[in-house]
């Protein structure tokens, strides 16, 4: 399954913009859209990890480079804060006609207030956030310093923003000073989050007290303590990932089984964030897989050889008290710890003469069962005997048959 479609749509002026649609594995339950901040583009480290955690909820996100930024066409000097939202609404008008319009807007920094401007003119919006927003527009000026006044004298002066040159027009400065956001905000009628770093040193604090007090409810505050205003270190960007996803869970449809008769399935796919984190679907719920960081993973998920463990440690668990509910035990809490390792049969503690007759390495789990309370030696042979009958115990102890076939 394809996980991330490239796109391309007309902005605000015919030029074509180029965007990416980041896709759930399994059904789709809502489509999100993200406007980026200032002079970034749509592959900015937060956008991408939130586009990953959406994922993993069944969300897709469409991100998406405004007029003359990144890989989209178009003279970035002839933009504004109007033209920028012009093209987030040509954006949702996209993903109207060939999938199905957001009922989420994401953004960050100016792509923050762009989203609060925009949200009443997309009907199907529910929910709204903002990252690092400033609660006017005219917020922005202070990035061009003393460029301001050569600006407003001669129409028109290259500024340097975060080490690249800019040309910014006198438009652009009258454009933001025109904006009237605390209006949009107060008459928004939608959910809102506002995450904000109270260390922000590039939109102050300030910014996120006035649009949540201007607001109205449902709103919600998260704080992104110690977080840059870029979110650069991954950890914040995570950390905004997650709270945006679980949020904006509320306020889309629930997620429907993706199997509904007795054959188990589980659907696994890339997700495109690190070298190896894939969104799992098993049923109804959405997880990630991934792989330590000592082995080049983002450490996200389980590995896949801890949800073997899981398997192994829950059967058991749950077997163990069904048993106990069949004969009216009154067993105590029940936790089972697994551990995982390849180890050589002749050191092999626990395997048969058969397995140690092969030679070589065999794949060991020891599985150690707590009972809260304290079980008798009698109850302790029974409890063992019983979670040999676990059903994942016996798959892993037979031989099962894997059949694969790869299509296009």
Same mark, same amino acid.
């Given at each position: 399954?394809?996980?991330?479609?490239?796109?391309?749509?007309?902005?605000?002026?015919?030029?074509?913009?180029?965007?990416?649609l980041d896709l759930p594995c399994g059904p789709v339950r809502a489509y999100a859209l993200f406007a980026h901040c200032f002079t970034c583009s749509?592959d900015i480290v937060a956008a991408r990890r939130i586009a990953a955690n959406l994922s993993r909820q069944g969300i897709a996100l469409l991100r998406?480079?405004?007029?003359?930024?990144?890989?989209?066409?178009?003279?970035?000097?002839?933009?504004?804060?109007?033209?920028?939202?012009?093209?987030?609404?040509?954006?949702?008008?996209?993903?109207?006609?060939?999938?199905?319009?957001?009922?989420?807007?994401?953004?960050?920094?100016?792509?923050?207030?762009?989203?609060?401007?925009?949200?009443?003119?997309?009907?199907?919006?529910?929910?709204?956030?903002?990252?690092?927003?400033?609660?006017?527009?005219?917020?922005?000026?202070?990035?061009?310093?003393?460029?301001?006044?050569?600006?407003?004298?001669?129409?028109?002066?290259?500024?340097?923003?975060?080490?690249?040159?800019?040309?910014?027009?006198?438009?652009?400065?009258?454009?933001?000073?025109?904006?009237?956001?605390?209006?949009?905000?107060?008459?928004?009628?939608?959910?809102?989050?506002?995450?904000?770093?109270?260390?922000?040193?590039?939109?102050?604090?300030?910014?996120?007290?006035?649009?949540?007090?201007?607001?109205?409810?449902?709103?919600?505050?998260?704080?992104?303590?110690?977080?840059?205003?870029?979110?650069?270190?991954?950890?914040?960007?995570?950390?905004?990932?997650?709270?945006?996803?679980?949020?904006?869970?509320? #306020?889309?449809?629930?997620?429907?089984?993706?199997?509904?008769?007795?054959?188990?399935?589980?659907?696994?796919?890339?997700?495109?964030?690190?070298?190896?984190?894939?969104?799992?679907?098993?049923?109804?719920?959405?997880?990630?897989?991934?792989?330590?960081?000592?082995?080049?993973?983002?450490?996200?998920?389980?590995?896949? #050889?801890?949800?073997?463990?899981?398997?192994?440690?829950?059967?058991?668990?749950?077997?163990?008290?069904?048993?106990?509910?069949?004969?009216?035990?009154?067993?105590?809490?029940?936790?089972?710890?697994?551990?995982?390792?390849?180890?050589?049969?002749?050191?092999?503690?626990?395997?048969?003469?058969?397995?140690?007759?092969?030679?070589?390495?065999?794949?060991?789990?020891?599985?150690?069962?707590?009972?809260?309370?304290?079980?008798?030696?009698?109850?302790?042979?029974?409890?063992?005997?019983?979670?040999?009958?676990?059903?994942?115990?016996?798959?892993?102890?037979?031989?099962?048959?894997?059949?694969?076939?790869?299509?296009?």
């Amino acid at each position: 399954m394809t996980t991330t479609q490239k796109l391309e749509f007309s902005g605000h002026d015919g030029a074509s913009l180029a965007a990416r649609l980041d896709l759930p594995c399994g059904p789709v339950r809502a489509y999100a859209l993200f406007a980026h901040c200032f002079t970034c583009s749509k592959d900015i480290v937060a956008a991408r990890r939130i586009a990953a955690n959406l994922s993993r909820q069944g969300i897709a996100l469409l991100r998406f480079d405004f007029t003359g930024l990144g890989s989209s066409d178009g003279e970035f000097a002839s933009t504004n804060f109007s033209s920028n939202t012009q093209d987030l609404i040509r954006a949702a008008d996209h993903l109207r006609q060939h999938f199905e319009a957001p009922s989420i807007l994401i953004g960050h920094s100016l792509g923050g207030a762009a989203v609060l401007a925009v949200a009443g003119e997309i009907e199907e919006v529910r929910a709204v956030v903002t990252i690092g927003a400033p609660s006017d527009v005219e917020h922005v000026l202070h990035n061009f310093a003393a460029d301001l006044s050569t600006i407003e004298s001669e129409g028109a002066a290259q500024v340097s923003l975060q080490g690249r040159a800019f040309t910014i027009q006198k438009h652009f400065v009258e454009d933001a000073r025109g904006a009237r956001l605390g209006d949009k905000i107060k008459s928004l009628r939608k959910a809102l989050l506002v995450l904000h770093s109270p260390v922000d040193a590039t939109v102050g604090i300030g910014n996120a007290t006035n649009i949540f007090q201007t607001a109205r409810h449902p709103k919600s505050f998260v704080s992104l303590d110690r977080a840059d205003h870029l979110l650069s270190k991954p950890e914040d960007a995570e950390f905004a990932a997650n709270v945006i996803a679980g949020w904006a869970a509320r #306020y889309i449809a629930s997620d429907e089984p993706q199997a509904q008769n007795s054959v188990e399935q589980v659907l696994v796919s890339e997700t495109g964030e690190g070298k190896f984190q894939q969104t799992v679907l098993a049923g109804k719920h959405r997880l990630f897989a991934d792989e330590p960081e000592s082995y080049g993973g983002l450490d996200t998920g389980p590995s896949p #050889y801890d949800f073997v463990s899981i398997a192994l440690g829950a059967c058991t668990s749950m077997t163990l008290r069904l048993y106990a509910g069949h004969k009216g035990l009154n067993l105590g809490h029940v936790s089972v710890s697994v551990s995982h390792g390849k180890v050589h049969t002749e050191d092999c503690e626990g395997c048969t003469d058969d397995q140690r007759a092969k030679g070589g390495k065999i794949d060991r789990f020891e599985r150690v069962i707590t009972v809260e309370g304290g079980v008798s030696d009698e109850m302790q042979a029974k409890l063992l005997e019983i979670a040999d009958k676990c059903p994942v115990h016996r798959t892993l102890e037979a031989t099962s048959a894997i059949a694969t076939r790869v299509q296009g």
